[in-house]
């Protein structure tokens, strides 16, 4: 079956560690993105990668770094810099950049 | 700038009850629209989509969401929510002059009571 998984679905790290979140899709699709979402505020974008080798800022990529070397990965690096990192990831494709997304089932980032 | 609103935060509606959910776009030009449902813990799964032509649209699980461009409005509805519908439902519109992203609403939280 096609689709997105992100892995772990739990993650836990001590303040001051940089940790890397997976995403991967088999459905063929040349866009990525990653999300964060906080509850009350919905989501808000990080990054986005419309093709492979190259990607942009979202709203709040601040203390995030991305890389997008395979079509089928996009994995985001939540570094020390971020402030306050603990919160739901949610990754996504899309086959171009203005259709519908498919979202993956979300890691949930948890840092004492 | 583009932005999506959806005033109402939480709903609580009767199981057989119809559903309205509200979302209000800004945005200049003609806008992608979508409707997403999240359980929790989950991710987000696609409703509907509006893009052009009939401004009713179908989705799955019996809902269907209408663009109205004068009022700057795509509600979603179904006519009789069952209990499986309790979830968070957030409206989108895609950015169309910077590469498609998404603007999300704030989302709406459903409660379906027997």
């Known amino acids: 079956d096609g689709g997105i998984t992100q892995s772990p679905k739990y993650l836990f790290r001590k303040e001051g560690q940089n940790v890397t979140l997976s995403c991967e899709q088999n459905l063929n699709h040349d866009a990525m993105y990653w999300y964060r979402q906080d509850p009350g505020q919905g989501l808000r974008l990080i990054y986005y990668?419309?093709?492979?080798?190259?990607?942009q800022k979202g709203d709040i990529a601040e203390g995030y770094s991305v890389s997008r070397e395979k079509k089928e990965s996009f994995p985001l690096t939540v570094t020390s810099a971020q402030k306050n990192p603990t919160a739901f990831y949610l990754c996504?494709?899309?086959?171009?950049?203005?259709?519908?997304?498919?979202f993956g089932p979300g890691t949930r980032l948890t840092v004492t | 700038a583009q932005s999506v609103t959806q005033p109402d935060i939480h709903i609580t509606v009767s199981e057989g009850a119809s559903l309205e959910l509200r979302c209000n776009y800004s945005y200049g030009a003609t806008p992608y629209l979508f409707w997403y449902v999240q359980s929790p813990g989950q991710g987000l799964q696609l409703l509907l989509k509006y893009f052009s032509g009939d401004t009713l649209v179908q989705g799955i699980k019996g809902f269907e969401a209408e663009f109205k461009r004068s009022q700057s409005s795509f509600n979603l509805r179904k006519p009789s929510v069952h209990w499986s519908d309790a979830a968070e439902y957030f409206c989108?519109?895609?950015?169309?002059?910077?590469?498609?992203?998404?603007?999300f609403g704030q989302g709406t939280e459903l409660s379906v009571k027997p």
């Open positions: 989108a519109v895609a950015r169309g002059n910077q590469g498609g992203k998404l603007i």
């Open positions: 996504a494709s899309s086959k171009r950049d203005r259709d519908e997304q498919y």
């Open positions: 990668s419309q093709i492979v080798n190259d990607f």
